[in-house]
């Protein structure tokens, strides 16, 4: 059992599944926004600091979040009587769900404390499209986007995932 397991981290993490597809998340935000320092995978909660976070959350204020992967909109949680605590006050506030086809099965990408949603339940949608505004609804201490994968129902780390653009001197436009 833990081989098997570990053996399906170190395919998740490389973005092969066990289907011999490579599989890569487009990033949720915009490619200025950056995830260093933000609260990580795996990081204790700041509620129960027994408990890891299982996601990333990336500082981002009021922008527009968009679907890191093709897929269907699974769940729309929205509360609009409710701007500050959102769907689930003491949780995620407003949430979708994505549920995105994945190495024969399902893999499920939750955004989490946005605002407004701008997508719809049951709504088809691709890399890049726009799902929600940003926002800080539930259990949360200032704008940002709490971004969560889960694989039968197990919370994985999207980081390794995600796709990446080289901007500036990481790209080699630098100074030499």
């Known amino acids: 059992m833990i ?4 053996c399906f981290l170190l395919l998740l993490i490389s973005g092969v599944s066990a ?3 490579t599989f890569r998340l487009a990033r949720p935000v915009p490619d200025n926004v950056q995830t260093n320092g933000s609260y990580l995978y795996g990081e204790p909660r700041l509620s129960n600091p027994s408990l890891a976070h299982t996601a990333i959350d990336i500082s981002i204020a009021y922008d527009t979040v968009r679907s890191a992967s093709e ?3 699974w769940f729309v949680a929205y509360d ?3 701007p500050t605590g959102g769907y689930e006050p003491t949780g995620c506030g407003n949430y979708i769900f994505v549920q ?4 024969g099965g399902s893999l499920y990408l939750l955004y989490c404390h946005l ?3 701008l997508a719809s339940n049951g709504q088809a949608v691709t890399r890049g499209t726009p799902l929600a505004i940003s926002g800080t609804t539930g259990n949360s201490t200032g704008p940002h986007l709490h971004f969560e994968l889960r694989k039968s129902n197990i919370a994985i780390d999207p980081a390794p995932l995600l796709v990446t653009t080289l901007v500036g001197e990481e790209a080699g ?3 030499d």
Not at 3 to 6: C, M
Request: hydrophobic letters at 25%.
């Open 3 to 6: 081989v098997s397991r570990l």
């Open 173 to 175: 436009e630098g100074e």
């Open 19 to 21: 289907f011999g597809q």
């Open 100 to 103: 995105s086809p994945w190495g």
């Open 80 to 82: 609009p009587g409710n």
């Open 71 to 73: 897929g269907t909109v």
């Open 115 to 117: 605002s407004i949603p």
